[in-house]
Nanobody
Framework: QVQLVESGGGLVQAGGSLRLSCAAS????????MGWFRQTPGKERELLAA????????YYADSVKGRFTISRDNAKNTVYLQMNSLKPEDTAVYYC??????????????WGQGTQVTVSS
């Protein structure tokens, strides 16, 4: 199976920036899309951004559009989430995930362990 490992989380002040990384290993296919999710206690896991592994197609949730950017480096089997203008409400555990669906915003079945992002006021 595909193994995903997130890194780059931490503590940042409101208005600051952070970049998360997700490294994929094992059986990685060029058809896999990648996405970033986040989850806070008592809430559903939320899709924030997605990118087709073999294309430039991207998706952003309204809550992060204009502030977050998803990108990829296929040579390194790595996806990134650049987070700018961070707000306290962005505090959550952030997960990367992989999908082999032709509709790249759906079908996420492989998950990383998560990385904590805390934004202070």
């Amino acid at each position: 199976q595909v193994q995903l490992v997130e890194s780059g989380g931490g503590l940042v002040q409101a208005g600051g920036s952070l970049r998360l990384s997700c490294a994929a290993s094992g059986r990685t296919f060029s058809s896999y899309a990648m996405g970033w999710f986040r989850q806070t206690p008592g809430k559903e896991r939320e899709l924030l951004a997605a990118i087709s592994w073999s294309s430039a197609n991207t998706y952003y949730a309204d809550s992060v559009k204009g502030r977050f950017t998803i990108s990829r480096d296929n040579a390194k089997n790595t996806v990134y989430l650049q987070m700018n203008s961070l707000k306290p409400e962005d505090t959550a555990v952030y997960y990367c995930a992989a999908s082999n669906s032709l509709i790249f915003t759906t079908g996420y079945r492989y998950w990383g362990q998560g990385t904590q992002v805390t934004v202070s006021s």
